[in-house]
């Protein structure tokens, strides 16, 4: 664990704005927030620091982490495509991909050498939908706590824009190499693409990032600076809100490349490393 810099320690007396992901960050392998993060939590808004979620999953899914929290800021779902709030039910922002560009992408998916190893996911107002049900997405589905509604050919859910389009597969040198591919075909100008975890290649528009969408909370929603704002995250997706935020910390189980561009790096997920990190630069 890196030692905090009294630059830091500075900086934390400024933080407002608590963002944190959920998975890999607040939630491990028992899919809950533990009770030491949650005391945490309540005592950083105890004083006065407001907190808020971010994080690739449905909003639907994240959901029951923001409540549990006591958030009463908007929830950013879908990497910040989908912010709203779950009070007044008020949707800020929904930015989507183009059904041209899902068109493609699914066509790239069912290439014969691709079809049978990648488990494809759409998400259309917040409902998702899939080819058939494979043990990929059952097992995804139940750990989110939404039901996987099977199309067959996915061109048929495409009557709208997706938010999202995930491919999950078990091998992860086919998610790289999808990810090293699609990137060379498009620009970051035309689609966002990340991976939230190394099994999860996810792909929204290119507006979309975690990083857009907590400036928007912060500086748009709450008139804050990104000085005032601390984010902990774990993956590739929580990079540009790990670089947008005044302190941003990587939990000790995020990949190398990740915690290199954090200010400080923190314990584990198991080890309740977003309570260290909370209690370190916030209590």
Known sequence: MQK??????????????????IDGTIAGHSN???EAVKQAIVAAQARGIQVAIA?????????????????TLPLM????AWIQDPNTQKIHRHWVVSR????????YFEKPELRSLLSVHFYINDQLY???????????????????????????????????????????????????????????????????????????NASVNKG?????????LLGLELANVMAIGDNFNDVEMLEYAGLGVAMGNAPAGVQAIAK????????????????????
């Open 4 to 21: 905090a810099s009294t630059d830091n320690q500075a900086a934390a007396k400024e933080i407002k704005l608590l963002v944190l992901d």
């Open 32 to 34: 809950t927030i533990s």
């Open 100 to 107: 041209e560009i899902a068109h493609q992408l699914l066509d």
């Open 130 to 204: 899939v080819r058939e049900l494979t043990r990929e997405t059952q097992i995804y589905a139940e750990r989110s706590g939404v039901i996987a509604i099977p199309v067959g050919d996915l061109r048929q859910a495409l009557t709208n824009e997706p938010t999202k389009i995930l491919a999950l597969s078990d091998d992860t040198d086919v998610i790289d190499k999808l990810l090293g591919n699609l990137r060379r075909q498009y620009t970051p100008a035309e689609l966002y693409l990340t991976t939230s975890v190394a099994t999860f290649f996810e792909a929204t």
């Open 212 to 220: 857009t969408a907590v400036r928007y909370l912060a500086e748009e």
């Open 77 to 80: 779902a879908y990497q910040g």
């Open 264 to 283: 400080w790096v923190a314990p584990s997920v198991e080890q309740d490393g977003a309570a260290v990190a909370i209690e370190k630069f916030l209590l």
């Open 55 to 71: 994080t690739g999953r449905m909003y639907r899914s994240a959901l029951r982490f923001h409540q549990d929290i006591g958030s």
